[in-house]
């Protein structure tokens, strides 16, 4: 028995597999408080400082670019440490530059304390997608939806609090807020997320290197690691261009109204869930054309002057990219078969890159041809990502 067991686990122990869940759920939630927090405040810091979109994008892309970072790093940590004890201590510290980060005055500060909370971003969604398939056989892609579900509420309930408290109390408040609730949810994760039972450490890091060099040289896996660098490249690009949109006329959306606008990110609660249960039975290749036509659609609809109806645009758009999200990290571990947090590593890094270049690539076509210009980049992102997950499966 190594250190990162004990005498059952989630998937052993029927009693615990219910709590094993929410912490799995908690513990994405906690971490996407953080991430996209500063989304519906763009329109808001851009007249607070007196920058660019591109500038205060940077306070998204930022913390995206330090997950990229990091995550091949927290991967190898742990094949050798285990995976609980890399989970919990990344929630208890990504809670400091959080709270930290309300200290901020200058725009390069706020976007330097949001690149160190991206540090402590991969040793949760790295390592808990090795945990999920190594820990959950035979319930694998529904409980990889509950942790997207998780991820998904987490993301909106960041985006949305963090709109409603600036309204009402400025953005550094809204940053204490954010740092209680992942103080919070660290505590619930350590006390509910049972240790591996599946897990086997890596002997030595020579060979967790080894193990990276030939997950790099698998062409499925790069391919399933393209797709998450498209899908995730359209889902920030579209909700970071999207506050700008909204902001303007005919919308004319508020920091508050910006921030009410992620409750469509509820519906993809509701639909990733029944998406796990949906790849468990029909499989990857169906639910990625499911998935991708979804995005397709949302998408057109966002192109209406009508506000109900872009709203509804974008709850179909972010629901077909939430169910392409978990395929993809179910697949990923299928496909890498050992040296899961390696592997899951490189397919964050890939995803968090993506995440990146979604802040700043669509500024082109946001200047020139703004949303229109937007939605047609975005659409042909999920094309490219429907061609490699059916590439990747076969």
């Known amino acids: 028995m190594n250190s990162d067991t004990d005498a059952g686990g989630p998937?052993?122990?029927?009693?615990?597999?219910p709590m094993a869940v929410v912490a799995v759920m908690i513990a994405g939630a906690c971490t996407f408080l953080n991430v996209y927090c500063t989304?519906?405040?763009?329109?808001?810091?851009q007249e607070v400082f007196h920058a660019t979109e591109v500038q205060v994008s940077l306070t998204v892309g930022a913390v995206t670019l330090s997950v990229a970072?990091?995550?091949?790093?927290?991967?190898?940590?742990?094949?050798?440490?285990g995976r609980k004890r890399?989970?919990?201590?990344?929630?208890?510290?990504?809670?400091?530059?959080?709270?930290?980060?309300?200290t901020a005055h200058t725009l390069p500060a706020l976007i330097a304390w949001r690149f160190l909370q991206g540090l402590f971003v991969p040793g949760v969604i790295a390592v808990i997608i090795a945990y999920i398939n190594e820990e959950f056989a035979g319930r694998t892609g529904s409980v990889m939806s509950a942790y997207v579900a998780g991820t998904v509420f987490g993301g909106f309930l960041g985006r949305f609090l963090t709109g409603v408290i600036a309204a009402r109390w400025g953005w550094h408040a809204a940053f204490v807020v954010l740092g209680a609730l992942d103080l919070l949810g660290a505590l619930a994760v350590r006390r509910w997320l049972p240790l591996a039972t599946h897990f086997v450490p890596a002997e030595r890091l020579l060979k967790s290197f080894g193990d990276t060099w030939g997950h790099l040289r698998n062409p499925r896996l790069l391919m399933i690691c393209g797709m998450g660098f498209t899908v995730l490249f359209s889902l920030v690009g579209v909700f970071t261009y999207a506050n700008f949109y909204l902001a303007r006329p005919p919308f004319l959306l508020t920091t508050a109204g910006l921030g009410s606008v992620f409750f469509v990110y509820l519906l993809?609660?509701?639909?990733?869930?029944?998406?796990?249960?949906?790849h468990d039975r029909n499989g990857f290749r169906r639910t990625a054309i499911v998935a991708v036509s979804m995005s397709l659609c949302g998408l057109a609809l966002t192109l209406s002057s009508w506000l109900p109806a872009?709203?509804?645009?974008?709850?179909?758009?972010?629901?077909?990219?939430?169910?392409?999200?978990?395929?993809?990290?179910?697949l990923t571990g299928q496909?890498?078969?050992?040296?899961?947090?390696?592997?899951a590593g490189i397919y964050v890094t890939f995803y968090y890159l993506g995440g990146s270049l979604g802040t700043t690539v669509p500024a082109w076509f946001w200047i020139h041809a703004r949303w229109p210009g937007c939605v047609a980049l975005f659409a042909g992102a999920s094309l490219v990502t429907l061609s490699l997950g059916l590439a990747g499966a076969r």
């Open 268 to 278: 993809g609660c509701v639909v990733t869930p029944l998406s796990g249960r949906y």
């Open 335 to 343: 496909v890498a078969g050992r040296a899961r947090s390696s592997a």
């Open 39 to 45: 989304q519906p405040l763009l329109p808001y810091l």
């Open 310 to 330: 872009v709203i509804c645009g974008l709850a179909v758009f972010s629901s077909g990219i939430f169910v392409s999200q978990s395929s993809a990290t179910v």
């Open 11 to 17: 998937a052993a122990r029927t009693g615990s597999f």
């Open 86 to 102: 890399v989970i919990v201590p990344s929630l208890f510290a990504m809670a400091v530059p959080t709270f930290l980060a309300a």
């Open 69 to 81: 970072i990091m995550a091949p790093v927290i991967g190898l940590i742990a094949e050798s440490v």
